[in-house]
């Protein structure tokens, strides 16, 4: 019998749109297809049926990057025309050329570079229509972005207004753009959202509201706006409320409206969200002008440009720091090397100097000060504070600057170490919250709301609401875990109106520049409850919730929504980000953002002191400089970076779950592993379905309704079916087998992450990696004899069935709890007492945590105290603190661990605790 043989055309193609995570995705492999049909349609000699094959391809190909590209300014229409006439005529050689140079010119970025012409015959356009693209003196390129223009124009309006503007460039000009024209409300809502160039929108009169794409998957970026939005509006009102809509989505953009209306009374109504507007585009030489401004203020890097002026200046240094314009290495006969490694530049920007067009970080009133203010307007904060030495340390600061000794603090338990020292320094009183756990996975989720309101009514009941003056949570978790910050913040501030929030977003400082994350962020949740509570709106609500509630307990409040009263609430929100973890900044660029109502009235004084308090008096330039000069790609470019990161840890998600030898082995948990049922309402258990793709998925509604979500950039590998820990897979497999670096692991995980440097070659790679350890493993079970297989199924069932259950914060001894006398007894501890206490070696004693030992003491009713902190890593927070008392379950856990590093314990020492005798002395 004989079989059809399998040619290259008729193998498997990934074309279902359903498996495409987003259009940009898409757009770059149909190219790369159309490339590869037009490459093989050239091709002489070839058979009919292969032919017709091809030429359905290119066909199907063709029209749908036409839908797309009608969002972007290269390849234009008018390009578009060409492809469809050299297919028609079945040129399909220079039909091949010429695709192969848009691929080309899409995939190197040539198009930013260069006016690329594909009706000239040469493969790159006449010099002098490249030279736009270049700065005359310095040769350099100069940077390009694209400009949307919302308006119902005809082809001939459109070429007129591309001429008119191209006409007008200057060589002195900074920046070169091309435009983007589109006819609707919602085919500028796509824009904007596909296509990462734009950073200007001028909004013309008289567009109409709906598009007549309907390709499903562009379709997909209006599910980010309610239609309900824009669905009555008149033409009048389009305008401004597309300003609106855009400026929700991407507030980095510059706005421009052009109207036919009274200018004069249009300005007074909308001009916070416009930096311009028009009267019937007068002048294209003014739009032209403004349109360079704006993105020049985004450009502008003060502390960089600073540092980089400095460094360029002949200066005698008779001051601190040899090292300083590198004298003390170029003179030395034995440390060259470094500066063959480095390069001068950084020894010549490195100094002392706070004058000389620097400035001082401590008090800082020229180019740090303004950095600093064009962070705040990036990050969308009231105030911003760069910080050099990591975000352990601005954690440490704003605690300093806000709590005062016996005040309470309510702390996520499994909180970074900083935050516990952090209550060690400031003497607060610290009353700690439980995550929910996730014992299979052996890490822990994030802190329940029922289980934060619960605390607060606990402290209005005891008459100590008053003492309660910060909740410290973090946002996402390291394991990725997001809050649902404003009803946090909506329900908490109803308990307690002025409480005072800190978001530790250390891994989270990407998630502004894009709309879906940013909502989830401290500083958009913030301007949004402030602007909300201000509403005549909800304060008619509120009254008719203020009836409902009026007789009700406090356990029946803890299962309801809470609102504020917004005659009383005070929005006082503070986040620190690691900017190094996941934007451009050198290690240890840091930064505090603020958005509190009081800050200027009652904070600024102690928050200085408590910034100088932790800040060097030395601090690192090239720090303040990298900080400065990531802020300016974020706004320039971060909405691309992020999505792009977004893209490619679905992508990873995506390849694992479809493959089926990784599947045997690998899967990266999703939200109904990470949280439990109960957290999401919206019943959303996957974003993606082998099976369906991504054609469901209900992204954006879980991130509007569910208690936790999940950073999907954050893929945490579940191995319990390979039968090798975490630690071990770190390190044997993927750092010593095949360089590839992760962070951190528990026992049957690792993480990976995605960030705004991964590429698509990097994925690659390790898609590549995990096929050849999933390959080594099926090997390895293949060669297995009896006793090898029964050794293999034991280290699976140590790594999916016994693991030890993780362990809730005991409760504090009674000698560390200032609460526990009162009528309402109150658990919060303090840390400070307890950790000083235990500087005198006469107060403590070790016990080993063999239940020999411990067993025998604890069963006698003692109490065990920790004297110490004591962190495994993993999970990386301490599963004991300073005034602790030691439960069964904590020995539990502690006794199952397989881990290497555990501060705050030497196994042969045991455990650092408090005698009985000075335990008995503070009770009196």
């Known amino acids: ?371 600093q203010q064009l962070a705040a307007r990036a990050f969308g904060s009231k105030k911003t504070y760069f910080v050099t030495n990591g975000t352990s340390t601005a954690n440490k600061i704003v605690v300093q600057a806000l709590v005062k000794p016996t005040d309470i603090i309510l702390v996520d338990r499994d909180c970074h170490k900083s935050h516990h020292y952090g209550m060690v320094l400031s003497g607060a009183h610290v009353c700690y919250l439980d995550s929910y756990p996730l014992n299979e996975y052996s890490m822990y989720g994030a802190v329940p709301l029922h289980e934060i309101k619960r605390n607060l009514l606990m402290y209005k009941k005891s008459g100590q609401l008053d003492k309660v003056k910060m909740l410290l949570l973090t946002n996402c978790t390291f394991d990725g875990v997001v809050y649902n910050v404003e009803r946090v913040m909506e329900e908490c501030l109803a308990i307690k109106p002025d409480l005072i929030f800190l978001w530790d977003e250390a891994w989270f400082a990407f998630a502004g520049f894009t709309p879906t994350y940013r909502r989830r962020t401290a500083m958009a949740t913030a301007r949004r409850l402030k602007a909300k509570y201000r509403s005549e709106e909800y304060a ?96 320039l470019e971060g909405f691309e970076m992020v999505q792009k990161q977004i893209e490619l840890a679905m992508v990873i998600r995506e390849r694992v779950a479809s493959h089926p030898l990784l599947s045997r082995y690998f899967r990266f948990l999703g939200a109904e592993d990470m949280i439990p049922e109960e957290f999401r309402p919206s019943g959303i258990k996957s974003y993606f379905d082998p099976e369906k793709g991504w054609r469901n998925n209900r992204m954006e509604e879980a991130w509007a309704l569910d208690d936790f979500v999940i950073d999907l950039s954050r893929l945490t590998l579940y191995l319990g079916q390979t039968g090798i820990d975490g630690d071990t897979f770190k390190n044997s497999y993927l750092m010593d087998k095949y360089g590839i670096q992760i962070n951190k692991t528990s026992r049957n995980t690792v993480l990976f992450m995605t960030n705004i440097g991964t590429t698509r070659s990097s994925v690659a790679f390790l898609i590549e990696v995990l096929v050849k350890i999933a390959t080594e493993l099926d090997q390895e079970r293949e060669d297995a004899g009896r006793v090898e297989r029964r050794v293999i199924e034991k280290h699976i069932k140590s790594l999916s069935v016994d693991l030890p259950p993780l362990p809730d914060f005991s409760y504090f001894h009674q000698a560390f709890c200032p609460g526990s006398t009162q009528a309402v007894a109150t658990p919060e501890g303090d840390i400070r007492k307890a950790f000083f206490l235990a500087y005198d070696g006469e107060n403590c004693d070790y016990i080993t945590i063999d239940e020999e030992t411990i067993g025998p003491v604890m069963q006698s009713g003692r109490e065990l105290v920790s004297a110490t902190f004591v962190t495994p890593y993993p999970p990386g927070f301490p599963i004991l603190v300073p005034g602790q008392v030691i439960s069964e379950e904590i020995l539990a856990f502690m006794r199952a661990l397989d881990v290497k590093e555990i501060h705050g314990y030497e196994p042969e020492f045991g455990l650092r605790i408090f005698t009985e005798e000075v335990l008995s002395g503070l009770l009196g």
């Open 1 to 371: 019998m004989m079989t059809k043989k399998t040619t290259p055309l008729a193998r498997k193609a990934r074309t279902n749109l359903d498996f495409y995570h987003s259009p940009t995705q898409l757009r770059f492999d149909t190219w790369h297809r159309l490339e590869e049909y037009t490459s093989r349609l050239s091709k002489k000699h070839m058979r009919q049926a292969d032919v017709a094959f091809l030429k359905t391809k290119a066909n199907d190909a063709i029209g749908l990057l036409q839908t797309i590209e009608n969002y972007s300014a290269f390849p234009s229409q008018d390009d578009f025309k060409l492809l469809w006439q050299l297919f028609e005529q079945q040129d399909y050689e220079l039909l091949a050329r010429i695709v192969a140079r848009i691929v080309r010119a899409l995939t190197g970025g040539i198009y930013r570079s260069r006016q690329i012409n594909l009706r000239a015959p040469n493969e790159f356009d006449k010099k002098d229509e490249a030279s736009q693209y270049y700065d005359e003196e310095s040769n350099q390129q100069r940077p390009y972005f694209e400009v949307l223009f919302v308006d119902e124009s005809s082809q001939e309006d459109v070429d007129h207004i591309r001429n008119g503007l191209r006409n007008i460039r200057r060589p002195e000009d900074q920046f070169v753009y091309d435009i983007v024209v589109v006819p609707s409300l919602e085919d500028a809502l796509i824009a904007v959202l596909f296509n990462y160039n734009i950073q200007v929108a001028v909004i013309r009169y008289g567009f109409p509201l709906r598009s007549v794409n309907h390709l499903e998957i562009l379709q997909r970026y209006l599910a980010k706006i309610s239609d309900s939005d824009y669905e009555d509006t008149l033409d009048t009102e389009r305008g401004p409320l597309l300003g609106n809509l855009l400026s929700e989505l991407r507030p980095e953009l510059d706005l421009y409206l052009v109207t036919d209306a009274a200018v004069e009374d249009i300005a007074g109504n909308v001009s916070q969200k416009f930096a311009r507007i028009f009267y019937q585009q007068e002048d294209y030489l003014d739009l032209h002008l403004n349109i360079l401004r704006g993105i020049s203020q985004r450009y502008q890097t003060p502390f960089f440009t600073a540092l980089r002026k400095y460094s360029r200046q002949p200066t005698g240094v008779f001051h601190a720091m040899p090292i300083s314009r590198g004298k003390s290495v170029t003179k030395s006969h034995w440390i060259k090397d470094m500066v063959q490694f480095y390069g001068i530049n950084i020894f010549l920007a490195e100094t002392s100097a706070t004058s000389g067009g620097l400035d001082s970080l401590l008090q800082p009133h020229g180019p740090i000060k303004k950095a």
């Open 540 to 635: 008619s609500d509120y009254e008719a919730y203020k009836k409902r509630i009026s007789n009700l307990s406090d356990d029946e409040l803890i299962s309801l929504p809470l609102m504020p009263d917004p005659a009383l609430v005070r929005i006082r929100t503070y986040a620190t980000q690691s900017t190094h973890k996941s934007l451009t900044s050198l290690r240890q660029g840091s930064m505090i953002h603020i958005y509190d109502q009081d800050f200027f009235q009652k904070v600024q004084e102690p928050f200085d002191d408590a910034f100088m308090t932790h800040t060097s008096t030395s601090p690192n330039y090239q720090i303040l400089a990298s900080l400065d000069i990531g802020r300016r790609q974020v706004e």
